[in-house]
Nanobody
Framework: QVQLVESGGGLVQPGGSLRLSCAAS????????MAWYRQAPGKQREFVAA????????YYADSVKGRFTISRDNAKNTVYLQMNSLKPEDTAVYYC?????????????????WGQGTQVTVSS
């Protein structure tokens, strides 16, 4: 089993920044893809960003491209999401997910393990 624990959420003003972290533990596969998703109240969960094992490949949703950056530190089994120029519409619970093997998929069903989520609220 793999456990994922997110942290770093909170309340921030529009235009501000936050950095989310997701620490993985347990039976972590030697090669995996990690991703961030989010779910706003009353809306479906949506893909935010994904990163390959090496970190050399990343993919972003159009809504966050140029503002968010995904990265990872395999020595710490941790993936990060740096969020800049935050907007009220970025308000959501943010989840990290892990997929054994490769493939930067956007479909949530492709990821086998999920964290509990961390709340991000963008408001003045």
């Amino acid at each position: 089993q793999v456990q994922l624990v997110e942290s770093g959420g909170g309340l921030v003003q529009p235009g501000g920044s936050l950095r989310l972290s997701c620490a993985a533990s347990g039976s972590i596969f030697s090669i995996n893809v990690m991703a961030w998703y989010r779910q706003a109240p009353g809306k479906q969960r949506e893909f935010v960003a994904a990163i390959s094992w090496s970190g050399g490949w990343t993919y972003y949703a159009d809504s966050v491209k140029g503002r968010f950056t995904i990265s990872r530190d395999n020595a710490k089994n941790t993936v990060y999401l740096q969020m800049n120029s935050l907007k009220p519409e970025d308000t959501a619970v943010y989840y990290c997910a892990l997929r054994p093997g490769g493939g930067l998929y956007t479909q949530g069903g492709r990821y086998d393990y999920w964290g509990q989520g961390t709340q991000v609220t963008v408001s003045s």
